[in-house]
C-alpha cells in the first residue's frame, strides 16, 4: 500500500473527515472536518500512525 493511500484511509476512519488531498511529494495532506466530530488532534495522530509521519495543524 502506497504511502499516500495509508494515511487517506486512516483519516477516512475519522468521524465526520473528508480528505481532500494527500501529497506525498508536498508532504501534506488536506482534510475537511465537520465541526464538533473529530478534533485536530486526532486528525494528526491517525496521520502519525498511518505511517509514522510528523504532522502538526495548518
Same mark, same amino acid.
Given at each position: 500500500? *502506497?504511502?499516500? &493511500? *495509508?494515511?487517506? +484511509? %486512516?483519516?477516512?476512519?475519522? %468521524? *465526520? !473527515? $473528508?480528505v481532500l488531498s494527500v501529497? =506525498? #511529494? &508536498?508532504? +501534506?495532506? =488536506? !482534510? =475537511?472536518?465537520?465541526? *464538533? $466530530?473529530? #478534533?485536530?488532534?486526532? !486528525? !494528526? %495522530? %491517525?496521520? +502519525?500512525e498511518a505511517g509514522r509521519?510528523?504532522?502538526k495543524p495548518a
Amino acid at each position: 500500500m *502506497g504511502c499516500e &493511500k *495509508g494515511v487517506a +484511509q %486512516a483519516l477516512e476512519r475519522l %468521524a *465526520g !473527515v $473528508t480528505v481532500l488531498s494527500v501529497d =506525498r #511529494s &508536498k508532504h +501534506q495532506a =488536506r !482534510v =475537511r472536518v465537520e465541526e *464538533g $466530530t473529530t #478534533s485536530p488532534d486526532q !486528525v !494528526v %495522530a %491517525a496521520i +502519525q500512525e498511518a505511517g509514522r509521519f510528523q504532522a502538526k495543524p495548518a
